[in-house]
């Protein structure tokens, strides 16, 4: 008996000895997926400098460059708190929209003596449209009139080497709407990345924003589910993201509850989709652990 | 009771005498004895770097050398020493080589993987305050000025370390004077060093200069540093059949030392086909994608991106061990 429980203690130990946990890593190539965000944060002490351009409709044709000489501009500093903490500022062009958001990733996939099939991430977003305008043009639109907020679970899993999947369940809220909208959305985001090169990825980003919960266009035509599709290129330092998209927006109340362009209407290059990119840049502010 | 007395006169200094001599003959050390403070009894001066330790000194330099940054004795927090690097990024803590006395490339692999030490392009912390040259050869041949200093003074190689090679700040005197005395804490002690029963025998008959060459003889004063040359062909490589589990050991215990996620490196390199096929289809770029070019040339810092790779002297990575690696690499992709 004492042989035995000898045994059991010493492969016990052992056993902790040897077990560890392996954790997953960049189950995307970096915090955006095209519009929307990824589970990635940024390592602690790393700042972000992202520029996002998305043009006009390929519909405007060979004259103007299929759009390309129509342009919409996003630029923001994202800066990792800690590995697991971010914050970001941005600016976006289109109504003058400033928008900050706070990221944390609670869970992290991981194999081995810990074992999490997912990883996790809170984000929570505000957007201030600052060019918004009342309809009636002697009535001002107040701070809180001119905001929204968003907040969303991102949940991935990264599947073998090449493939990651992504859900983002969303709550949209803005704070003035018409008196047939909600001010409440609730939609559901789908992501997908494959790594088809060391660095090179494709993906894709669609989001199912319910039809009820759509807001009235002012142009009439009604507002489209958001899809997208991306390549991205991993150099040192720098991350190319080009994308092809039905949304112009950069912002989450934009791209989720807003998307203008129309896949199904058309050939492709008479559909009002938009060609975009996104650039990062990372500066190393300060330290980190690192081992 | 005269003929007492003279008995006693011969037979007590006879037998002082022969207890003299059984005094004289023994080393006056144990296995646990530092190398330093035998040295020091032979007559050899106190090193330039040399301070004294106190756990607490040691324990902020422990933190220094692995962290990177540490509290200070009057309580102050410190600051990174740099935001890419920490010493063990390129330098490993313990005893690296089995044989101290000689470089050995694959012995000290084979070490690596038996113990799971990183085979790295720095030199061992253990022991290093028991060498008396650093930065030397070819790194004075290529650097000149910049490491001369250096070369004879290990402050001022920590100091060159700090500030060029971590691409860091320069040290504080609390940091300087920690991680000396982290370094000492690891100084090679009498057992660490292969003395034989011979050497053993041969102390007694020496002289303090005699066994001063005889301790030096068993460990080199300084680690060799040769800047090797690329092969003329990289399609065909150096003139070696490449063994592919030692590649593996290169791969896991180099390699990905640094190129690992959250490492030193944003590239990550995993034992798969992505990582080993595109490796494998870089190996003859002109350009730091190649392996040849990054072991032996390594890369630069940067404007805008400061982290570069250090390069592995002949001496940390023989062309044996570059062409292992070649096949670890080719077998994977």
């Known amino acids: 008996m004492k042989k035995i429980t000898l045994s059991l203690t010493l492969v016990l130990i052992c056993t902790a000895l040897v077990a560890q946990t392996d954790y997953a890593y960049e189950t995307f190539d970096d915090t955006r997926i095209v519009n929307g965000h990824s589970v990635e944060t940024k390592n602690e002490g790393i700042l972000t400098f992202i520029i996002a351009?998305?043009?006009?409709?390929?519909?405007?044709?060979?004259?103007?460059?299929?759009?390309?000489?129509?342009?919409r501009?996003?630029?923001?500093?994202?800066?990792?708190?800690?590995?697991?903490?971010?914050?970001?500022?941005?600016?976006?062009?289109?109504?003058?929209?400033?928008?900050?958001?706070?990221?944390?990733?609670?869970?992290?996939?991981?194999?081995?003596?810990?074992?999490?099939?997912?990883?996790?991430?809170?984000?929570?977003?505000?957007?201030?449209?600052?060019?918004?305008?009342?309809?009636?043009?002697?009535?001002?639109?107040?701070?809180?009139?001119?905001?929204?907020?968003?907040?969303?679970?991102?949940?991935?899993?990264?599947?073998?080497?090449?493939?990651?999947?992504?859900?983002?369940?969303?709550f949209l809220h803005r704070n003035l709407v018409a008196d047939d909208e909600e001010n409440d959305i609730f939609a559901v985001g789908f992501a997908g990345q494959y790594q088809f090169l060391k660095n090179w990825s494709v993906s894709t980003e669609y989001y199912l924003t319910p039809k009820s919960s759509l807001p009235n266009n002012p142009d009439g035509n009604d507002f489209q589910q958001s899809l997208s599709f991306s390549v991205q290129i991993d150099t040192k330092g720098h991350i190319f993201q080009l994308h092809i998209s039905n949304s112009q927006g950069m912002v989450e109340r934009t791209f989720i509850s807003e998307s203008e362009g129309d896949w199904q209407d058309g050939k492709f290059l008479k559909r009002d989709i938009f060609f975009g990119f996104n650039i990062t840049r990372d500066f190393k502010i300060k330290g980190r652990k690192i081992r | 009771m005269k003929s007492i007395k003279i008995l006693l006169l011969v037979i007590v200094p006879a037998i002082l005498g022969v207890s003299m001599i059984s005094i004289l003959e023994k080393p006056d050390w144990d296995d646990e004895t530092p190398v330093f403070e035998v040295l020091a009894e032979l007559g050899e001066d106190k090193p330039e770097h040399f301070v004294t330790m106190t756990d607490e000194k040691v324990k902020r330099g422990e933190d220094l050398v692995?962290?990177?940054?540490?509290?200070?004795?009057?309580?102050?927090?410190?600051?990174?020493?740099?935001?890419?690097?920490?010493?063990?990024?390129?330098?490993?803590?313990?005893?690296?080589?089995?044989?101290?006395?000689?470089?050995?490339?694959?012995?000290?692999?084979?070490?690596?993987?038996?113990?799971?030490?990183?085979?790295?392009?720095?030199?061992?912390?253990?022991?290093?305050?028991?060498?008396?040259?650093?930065?030397?050869?070819?790194?004075?041949?290529?650097?000149?000025?910049?490491?001369?200093?250096?070369?004879?003074?290990?402050?001022?190689?920590?100091?060159?370390?700090?500030?060029?090679?971590?691409?860091?700040?320069?040290l504080k005197d609390w940091e300087m004077e920690s991680i000396l005395a982290y370094m000492w804490s690891l100084q090679m002690k009498m057992g660490d060093l292969d003395i034989s029963k011979e050497d053993t025998e041969e102390w007694k008959e020496n002289k303090s200069e005699e066994n001063v060459a005889l301790i030096k003889s068993k460990y080199l004063q300084k680690s060799p540093a040769t800047f090797a040359h690329l092969p003329e062909s990289k399609s065909e490589g150096y003139p070696f059949d490449g063994r592919p589990e030692m590649g593996k050991g290169i791969f896991e215990l180099g390699c990905q030392h640094c190129h690992r996620p959250d490492g030193e490196s944003d590239v990550v390199f995993e034992n798969n086909k992505q990582t080993l096929g595109w490796l494998k289809k870089h190996i003859t770029d002109d350009s730091d994608k190649s392996i040849y070019q990054i072991i032996r040339k390594g890369t630069y810092a940067e404007y805008g991106h400061k982290e570069y790779m250090p390069h592995y002297t002949l001496e940390k990575m023989s062309h044996q061990q570059v062409e292992d690696l070649r096949a670890f690499i080719e077998e994977g992709a």
């Open chain 1, 53 to 71: 351009h998305r043009f006009g409709p390929m519909t405007s044709g060979r004259n103007n460059l299929w759009g390309l000489d129509f342009a």
């Open chain 1, 73 to 170: 501009m996003r630029m923001g500093l994202d800066y990792g708190i800690t590995n697991k903490l971010m914050v970001g500022l941005g600016r976006t062009s289109t109504d003058g929209t400033i928008d900050g958001y706070v990221k944390y990733k609670f869970l992290s996939q991981s194999s081995g003596e810990r074992s999490m099939p997912i990883s996790a991430t809170f984000l929570g977003g505000y957007a201030l449209e600052t060019k918004a305008v009342h309809p009636n043009p002697d009535l001002e639109l107040d701070l809180s009139q001119k905001s929204s907020y968003v907040a969303q679970i991102l949940i991935a899993r990264k599947l073998g080497d090449k493939l990651s999947l992504q859900v983002m369940p969303t």
């Open chain 2, 66 to 170: 692995k962290l990177g940054k540490a509290t200070g004795p009057n309580g102050e927090k410190g600051k990174y020493i740099s935001k890419f690097y920490t010493c063990t990024s390129c330098h490993n803590l313990s005893r690296e080589d089995p044989n101290l006395a000689t470089v050995d490339q694959d012995a000290r692999l084979k070490y690596a993987m038996e113990n799971k030490i990183p085979y790295l392009q720095g030199s061992t912390f253990w022991g290093i305050v028991n060498r008396e040259t650093w930065y030397n050869d070819d790194y004075v041949l290529k650097y000149g000025d910049l490491v001369r200093k250096a070369e004879n003074s290990l402050k001022a190689s920590t100091e060159l370390c700090a500030v060029v090679c971590s691409q860091g700040r320069s």
